[in-house]
């Protein structure tokens, strides 16, 4: 096995590893792990692409990123529940202020009101 190959597998290790370490506990991981994990896909990802531009990845490496690529839909979802809860905090932040500022008086404090009579 040549330099080339060592380090297409080296790098699909690498993406499978930070895969599974994050699908181990998907449901309950926090946005800054996610961020993080995202961080080290793109790099690798990155590195994978640089590394097959001068060596296409066998069958068994195909493979193995395709098994890989399977723990993606319950990192998706994670990621789209956390963006809702996101979502939803800020749309209460925003009914909150308007709430706040209905009853904050923008007008002169001494001004009256008066009626006309008909």
Known sequence: MDNLQE???YWIIQLKNETERITENVSSCSY??????????EHIMNRL????????????????????????PPIRARMNELHLEAQEWLH???QAKVQRNAYESY???????????K
């Open 92 to 94: 209460q932040r925003s």
């Open 49 to 72: 692409l640089s590394v097959t531009e001068s060596q296409a990845p066998d069958a068994r490496q195909k493979a193995l990123v395709h098994r890989v690529l399977q723990h993606d």
């Open 32 to 41: 800054e792990e996610l961020e993080v994990f995202v961080d080290k896909r």
């Open 7 to 9: 380090s297409l597998d």
């Open 107 to 117: 007008g002169v404090v001494d001004s009256i009101l008066m009626d006309r009579r």
